[in-house]
């Protein structure tokens, strides 16, 4: 059974900082894109970064870009996500994906569960 378990989700004051992890299992996933989406109650699922499989490529959205850095070690099939500088705004529950590389959800064919993020101000 593959599945993504996202963990390191929490409650942080703003300028904060946590990192997400998102772990692998049922499969490798070291060919494949990883990505993190967001979404905040009453709003659409976005983009928050991707990684290529290599690790050697990644793209952020320009909300998150200079304070979150996506990273990943294919040898634990693990995926990262480290955010600094935290907002209010960044206040959402956290998705990890795998998938082909790419900025919408279709890109991606398997998602965590989600891990939640607050952040007070």
């Known amino acids: 059974q593959v599945q993504l378990v996202e963990s390191g989700g929490g409650l942080v004051q703003a300028g904060g900082s946590l990192r997400l992890s998102c772990a692998a299992s049922?499969?490798?996933?070291?060919?494949?894109?990883m990505a993190w989406f967001r979404q905040a109650p009453g709003k659409e699922r976005e983009f928050v970064a991707t990684i290529d499989w290599s690790g050697g490529t990644t793209y952020y959205a320009g909300s998150v870009r200079g304070r979150f850095t996506i990273s990943r070690d294919n040898a634990k099939n693990t995926v990262y996500l480290q955010m600094n500088s935290l907002k209010p705004e960044d206040t959402a529950d956290y998705y990890c994906?795998?998938?082909?590389?790419?900025?919408?959800?279709?890109?991606?064919?398997?998602w965590g569960q989600g891990t939640q993020v607050t952040v007070s101000s």
């Open positions: 994906a795998a998938g082909r590389f790419g900025y919408t959800p279709r890109a991606y064919d398997y």
């Open positions: 049922g499969r490798t996933f070291s060919r494949d894109a």
